[in-house]
């Protein structure tokens, strides 16, 4: 090589190195988030971080399956306690008798402080005869068997009414003494992990635990014949990230063995096609290293789109081996150069339209792809020429200049039918406009149906409360969003009271205020007070005053007992329970208060306009998490129809700058439309299901495809396409197709939704290019 070839080899090296370095310390992630808003409102604030954050993110829900109910409960208790002393998990529940009874004790032991009952009035004369009263009654129900052990330390039934409250929601059966499904055949347990829902790490992490402590339980106690099943967020999480992870290694395998097939076999010289890759693999690393700059992070599904730039960033080496090896360098750069680059312009103008996403994910495959094709085309110009040196000779055979020519005259032929398919297609795509495009953001889920099945019958046996509507109060600090959330309960229980709502949970019902338990503590009275109206109350009353002492005895304890705080809660499933409600954030703390359909309802809509009317100057915000995520997608498709409609204008403006003429630019745009509408139609006549990354798929046909019809437009300008020409841009778009085609093949949605819109639709593009050029086509 001369030596300013070996220059050009070190500085591109010098490049990689620093871009190396950079890809080494980023961030890869495969969270959520990229399918979360950049800059959300503050309705979807509430579910980013419960997504990322909230202790409902770290939930896994255990289900142990086979054997007999003795053996499922065996294993339940034998699970919780080695899952219990690992400082994985911070919470670990099974319904275990024990773990109840010790979870009754602290509710009565602080029943003065948590009851909402406990006010003054309760300790009158007339409160005491009236709740004393009403306890005796309930000795004859079957909440007698909870009540009656109590009599005497709780005569007002503070934890009856406690567990009635805590308890107003479904709860799982119990089957040998532990939580089990409807059915009975499956032992239930609910953990906590102490990672964070954002922390597929930490997920992981404990997840193998679970895993590792099952098999080393059914060991120890010989019951190899049982099953595990689980299920939670984190687990999605873990999957998807596995999964993308397989697809990216996968299909990027099978797009670059498949390329190096079609290249060796064309340039039949190993030196020359690992030439040809370097551009590639420059474009890839910019991609990379520009996102990690920008974002910090960099998304596993961008990663995954790199396997398309393959396809197109080899294009720019094949264009200059195939033809200048005739020409020789400074004719290649003046004839098709400047083609070349056109072409590259408008694939930036497409991609860079993507860049001005509040869809994070849709934003960086934006940079990503920018990035690495416009690094692939400058390594091509100035990188490539010092390196390959000037004797260049791509054989191109005889026989495949006459198919190719030959080939072209006989598409010429299909214009009519071509445009009489094309007009069908638009038909077809107007008529069905308002049925093209599905309105979920579930559809970008990687979860299989399979696992939401699973989930959601784990959710039922459990009883899990269904999220979707939620009241939400924000406060600076933890005790005024408890307060906030006692004031916005206030306004929903009148709303429970009319029927329009089934219920609430709220933090404060697990965890008052501070200064709700000091009210109730200060309505407790003294031995003294106490003693004279409880003997009042009980006059002709079937219980004794003298059988009380235990019940005095508790209030005046009471009286002096310190205020909950969380740290009390610690192991508990109060605190579970406060922590999955009660959420601190950059900001401060929100208290959420997920509401219940009327009389309990699966499924059932909440009233939504009563219960933002009832919570009106309240300053608590009314969340239908199911409407968000709907309006999510909503903003997200409408976001991309006007992002794709900047980025085609933006390209139109380019050529016709360029072109200067209406009737060139015409010739370029027609096969590039149409190709988007026999996909488009196509897709949905085959049953796919179009989402959003399929309308992003439309753009890259017209900035993919403009490469092809800019060549064929070379004719309207006066210029020839000899047989090394029409070969470049036949091997061009066979790896183009080959690059995106093979995201088709993915489970991922945004990675087949791509694949299976621009692989079909860069062959359309180079094939309806060739229909509508000039007739002659000199060889």
């Known amino acids: 090589m001369t030596p300013r070839a070996w220059r050009t080899l070190l500085l591109w090296l010098l490049a990689m190195l620093a871009g190396a370095a950079v890809v080494w310390n980023s961030r890869f992630s495969t969270d959520i988030s990229f399918f979360l808003p950049a800059r959300p409102t503050v309705a979807q604030q509430v579910l980013v971080d419960q997504l990322k954050e909230g202790a409902i993110s770290r939930l896994l829900m255990l289900a142990v399956e086979g054997g007999d109910a003795a053996q499922r409960a065996g294993m339940s208790r034998e699970l919780h306690t080695r899952l219990a002393a690992l400082p994985e998990f911070v919470s670990v529940q099974n319904g275990d008798a024990s773990s109840e009874n010790a979870a009754r004790d602290f509710l009565l032991r602080h029943r003065y402080l ?51 409250g805590l308890n107003a929601g479904a709860q799982p059966d119990s089957r040998a003494g532990v939580w089990a499904s409807h059915d009975g055949q ?34 120890s106690v010989g019951m190899q014949g049982l099953t595990l099943q689980l299920s939670g967020p984190g687990l999605f999480a873990v999957k998807s990230r596995a999964t993308i992870k397989r697809e990216v290694t996968r299909l990027s395998l099978i797009s670059l063995t498949a390329i190096v097939a079609v290249l060796l076999f064309v340039y039949r010289s190993p030196r020359i096609l690992l030439l040809s890759l370097l551009p590639v693999a420059s474009g890839a690393l910019a991609g990379i ?88 085309a400058l390594v091509t110009r100035f990188v490539l020429p010092p390196l390959a ?136 009275p003294s031995a003294d007070e106490l003693r004279p109206r409880l003997q009042a109350a009980l006059v002709s009353s079937p219980l004794s005053a003298n059988k009380l002492a235990p019940f005095l005895a508790d209030v005046e304890t009471a009286r002096r007992q310190p205020l909950l705080g969380r740290h009390d809660l610690a192991g508990s499933g109060l605190a579970l329970a406060v922590d999955s409600l009660l959420l601190q954030g950059a900001n401060g703390w929100s208290a959420l208060l997920p509401l219940r359909p009327a009389a309990g309802e699966q499924g059932v809509d909440i009233p939504v306009a009563a219960v933002r009317a009832a919570l009106a100057g309240s300053g608590a915000l009314f969340v239908d998490t199911k409407g968000q995520f709907d309006a999510l997608y909503g903003d997200y498709l409408h976001q991309a129809v006007w992002l794709s409609s900047a980025g085609f204008v933006a390209i139109v403006a380019l050529l016709l700058i360029t072109l200067r003429s209406p009737r060139r630019l015409a010739g370029v745009l027609l096969p590039l439309v149409m190709a988007v509408a026999l996909v488009i139609a196509g897709l949905h006549l085959a049953g796919e299901r179009l989402h959003l990354l399929h309308l992003v798929g439309m753009l890259l046909i017209v900035a993919v495809g403009s490469n092809y019809a800019l060549f064929f437009d070379r004719i309207a300008g006066g210029a020839t396409l000899d047989t090394a020409t029409l070969m470049s841009m036949a091997v061009a778009a066979t790896t183009t197709v080959i690059g995106f085609g093979t995201l088709a093949l993915s489970s991922v949605p945004v990675l087949h939704a791509v694949g299976v819109t621009v692989g079909p639709g860069a062959f359309l593009a180079l094939l309806l290019s060739a229909v509508f050029a000039s007739r002659e086509v000199p060889a």
């Open 289 to 376: 290293v520009a996102v990690s700059l920008a974002y910090g992070t960099v998304y596993g599904i961008t990663v995954g789109f790199g396997s398309a730039l393959i396809g197109e960033a080899v294009d720019y080496a094949i264009y200059y081996f195939v033809q200048s090896g005739r020409l020789g360098l400074n004719d290649w750069r003046q004839r098709f150069w400047p083609t070349i680059r056109l072409g590259v312009l408008t694939s930036v103008c497409g991609f860079g339209a993507l860049l001005f996403s509040g869809f994070p994910g849709l934003a960086q495959l934006g940079l990503y792809s920018l990035t690495g094709v416009l690094t692939a």
């Open 186 to 219: 499956r032992a239930l347990l609910l953990v906590q992990t102490r990672a964070l829902g954002s922390d597929t790490d930490g997920q992981e992490k404990a997840i193998a635990l679970i895993r590792e402590q099952f098999a080393a339980a059914s060991r």
């Open 389 to 524: 040196g000037s004797n260049i000779q791509v054989p191109v055979p005889a026989r495949a200049g006459q198919a190719l020519h030959a080939g072209l005259r006989h598409v010429r032929t299909l214009r009519w039918p071509v445009i009489g398919l094309a007009l069908a297609a638009f038909t077809y795509l107007v008529v069905q406009r308002n049925e093209l495009w599905l309105p979920n953001l579930s559809v970008l889920s990687t979860v299989s149906a399979e696992d939401v099945a699973r989930d959601a019958r784990l959710r039922a046996d459990l009883g899990t409360p269904d999220a979707r509507y939620l009241a939400v109060v924000t406060a600076p600090d933890r005790e005024a969003a408890l307060q906030a959330a006692e004031q916005a309960g206030q306004r929903l229980d009148r709303l429970v009271a009319d029927g329009v709502i089934g219920g609430y949970d709220s933090p404060a019902r697990f965890l008052p205020s501070a200064a709700t338990q000091a009210a109730r503590r200060a309505s407790l």
């Open 114 to 164: 948590l009851s909402p009952a406990v006010t003054p009035e309760r300790f009158t004369v007339d409160g005491l005869r009236a709740a004393i009263s009403n306890s005796i009654d309930l000795l004859a129900s079957p909440a007698g068997m909870l009540l009656k052990p109590t009599l005497t330390r709780d005569p007002t039934g503070e934890l009856v009414e406690l567990l009635g």
